[in-house]
């Protein structure tokens, strides 16, 4: 199933995008895609089916997640940023 994550801060200076769809039915699986087509992003941001220490992801606006397990629905929007966004 579809996803698309937005990325901000340092996982979008990685990518070289502002957002990618990719496919997976829980966060683990939708991290490992993103990782395939995003190489950069993955040096730096992810650790397999997690996210490296310093990074978050955001679920729909609604909570932040973190755990591989966490399920998705197709159409989901994720926005992945480093913990010291904002400012």
Known sequence: MSVIVELF?????RAGVTEVTVSGNNLGEVLVDLARLCPRLAETCL?????????????RGERFVTDPETPLAAGDTLLLMALDAGG
């Open 9 to 13: 801060g340092i996982p979008r200076a």
């Open 47 to 59: 650790d397999g089916q997690r996210l490296r220490a310093g990074y978050t992801a955001n679920l």
